[in-house]
């Protein structure tokens, strides 16, 4: 009996570890508050909530920045990790660089430019997971 309460702890303990590790990385926090916001901005049609919107969505990419994918941070130390890295923070600053853009649409009044814009990021996002999210997220 004794032996059988020490293994269920054990298991329970084995997946609370495996819990945490799956969701929750801080990038992972990040991308959900602008997943919040992006969903959000496709809605709006008040310029100043719409440029609050996009304003906390840059915000979050801008923490998700100084941030590593779980990806990259997997691979062995060397001139691919360092390129991978590099290339991740390039295409988060193209992100925070069109979300900027997409603040001044709104406080601009140009909802037909929003629009585009929340296209564009589409395209944005695929490649983004392409290269740098693991498969089974
Ligand atoms: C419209 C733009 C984007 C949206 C709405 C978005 C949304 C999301 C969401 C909902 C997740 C899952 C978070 C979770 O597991 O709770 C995620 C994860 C992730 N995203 Fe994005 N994303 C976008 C753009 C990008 C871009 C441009 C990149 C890379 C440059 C990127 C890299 C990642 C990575 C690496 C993860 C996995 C997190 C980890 O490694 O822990 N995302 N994203």
Redo the contacts with the bound molecule.
Sequence with gaps: MQMKIILFGFVASLMSVQTSMA?D?P??EQ??V??DA?KAIRREKDPAKGAALAREAQDAMVKAITET???VKAMADGPEKAKASAG?RK??GQ?IATLADMELAFLDNNLEKVQEIVTS??E??K???D????ED?
């Design positions: 969701d990385s990038l992972a991308m959900d602008m997943n992006y994918p779980e990806l991740y295409m988060m992100l990021m589409r944005m996002k490649k983004g997971h290269q740098f999210m693991e997220e």
